[in-house]
């Protein structure tokens, strides 16, 4: 359902209609899906959108393939920005906000011509 409404949202008529506009996901619960993965064993692929992942039940390459799977869905040639987090990780969510304050400040100056 993530997929698709992320496909639904970034392929619309509205963000066709906004040049230059930049995509920023979060991935929350990595510290689920981790658990999910690497202590109960349960594989990705019990996931229909994810029955082709041929990887391993690691963290990292199973998000690793989980963001390719959202990158695909975008059609066009707009920056994706996404962060894996865990909300109640203030710290974690602190700094990613941050992050992303600074990309968007960037990319504003950069359309201003001011960089």
């Not at 930049?22 to 619960?29: A, G, P, Q």
Request: glycine share 2%; hydrophobic share 40%; charged share 35%.
């Amino acid at each position: 359902e993530a997929l698709a409404l992320f496909e639904q949202v970034a392929c619309s008529d509205e963000m066709k209609n906004i040049r230059d506009c930049s995509l920023i996901l979060f991935l929350n619960k990595k510290d689920v899906f981790k658990e999910k993965l690497e202590v109960e064993k349960i594989p990705l692929t019990v996931c229909p959108a994810f029955k082709d992942y041929k990887g391993k039940a690691k963290y990292d390459e199973a998000l690793d393939y989980v963001i390719k799977q959202f990158q695909k869905r975008v059609k066009t040639n707009r920056d994706v920005f996404i962060y894996d987090v865990c909300a109640v990780d203030t710290e974690n969510v602190i700094r990613i906000f941050n992050s992303v304050k600074k990309t968007i400040l960037r990319s504003a100056l950069d359309y201003a011509g001011l960089q």
